[in-house]
Nanobody, 117 residues
């Protein structure tokens, strides 16, 4: 069983950058995909970015392309989300997720990101 723990959330101003990190305990396999999602209160959870554990193949939501970058460190079992040029509308809870192929069966507890105007 893989457990995910996010860190790095916080309060920033519009235009600032923030780096989220997700540490996985347990073995991640080559066919796993790791991703970031976000969910505002009362709204559905939305995809942000993903990366294949065995390759550097990445995917992004259109709304974050060019501003957010997902990366991984296989040796440390971590996945990061670098968020640049943050906007107030990016305020929400961000979740790390992972699982075989695109089946996200592992989820972190979430980390709050708040962007002030």
């Amino acid at each position: 069983q893989v457990q995910l723990v996010e860190s790095g959330g916080g309060l920033v101003q519009a235009g600032d950058s923030l780096r989220l990190s997700c540490t996985a305990s347990g073995r991640l396999l080559g066919h796993h995909t790791m991703g970031w999602f976000r969910q505002a209160p009362g709204k559905e959870r939305n995809f942000v970015a993903s990366i294949r554990w065995s390759r550097n193949s990445t995917s992004y939501a259109e709304s974050v392309t060019g501003r957010f970058t997902i990366s991984k460190d296989n040796a440390k079992n971590t996945v990061a989300l670098q968020m640049n040029s943050l906007k107030p509308r990016n305020t929400t809870v961000y979740y790390c997720a992972g699982g075989p192929f695109d089946n996200y069966s592992y989820w972190g507890q979430g980390t709050q990101v708040t962007v002030s105007p």
